[in-house]
């Protein structure tokens, strides 16, 4: 049998968020990295005990607190997008809040920050030079 030690086109490291409101988190991430959903592991009571999406190559998995009662924990992200601009656009209309205006600094990258909703901080960047 040759069986693989991962799930087909899963990368071997994926953050794993733990939120206040996984289903707010997941409608962001599809309005702003146009997400798909992997899978989905519901609780009794509604609320998401296992998520996992593909962004872009990557995918990022999520929880509300599990079990109940487990601290939220705030996170920082960083995503590469084909345009930090419009993401950074999209976010801010998804409902997040700026942390950093779209900038290039003294490397190659333009980046932005927001934090959505759940508390998560995304860095977005694009290669430019």
Same mark, same amino acid.
């Given at each position: 049998?040759?069986?693989?030690?991962?799930?087909?086109?899963?990368?071997?490291?994926?953050?794993?968020?733990?939120?206040?409101?996984?289903?707010?988190?997941?409608?962001?991430?599809? #309005?702003?990295?146009?997400?798909?959903?992997?899978?989905?592991?519901?609780?009794?009571?509604?609320?998401?005990?296992?998520?996992?999406?593909?962004?872009?190559?990557?995918?990022?998995?999520?929880?509300?607190?599990?079990?109940?009662?487990?601290?939220?924990?705030?996170?920082?992200?960083?995503?590469?997008?084909?345009?930090?601009?419009?993401?950074?656009?999209?976010?801010?209309?998804?409902?997040?809040?700026?942390?950093?205006?779209?900038?290039?600094?003294?490397?190659?990258?333009?980046?932005?920050?927001?934090?959505?909703?759940?508390?998560?901080?995304?860095?977005? #960047?694009?290669?430019?030079?």
């Amino acid at each position: 049998m040759n069986r693989s030690y991962k799930p087909v086109e899963y990368t071997s490291l994926s953050p794993y968020l733990v939120v206040d409101g996984a289903e707010t988190t997941i409608d962001f991430l599809k #309005a702003v990295f146009n997400a798909t959903g992997l899978r989905r592991y519901l609780r009794d009571d509604g609320s998401v005990m296992h998520a996992e999406l593909r962004i872009d190559d990557s995918v990022l998995m999520l929880s509300d607190p599990n079990p109940p009662g487990w601290p939220v924990t705030p996170a920082h992200v960083h995503v590469y997008v084909p345009d930090v601009d419009a993401t950074f656009r999209k976010a801010l209309e998804a409902g997040a809040v700026a942390i950093q205006e779209p900038i290039q600094k003294d490397d190659a990258d333009r980046r932005a920050g927001v934090r959505d909703v759940g508390g998560t901080t995304w860095w977005i #960047a694009t290669q430019v030079s």
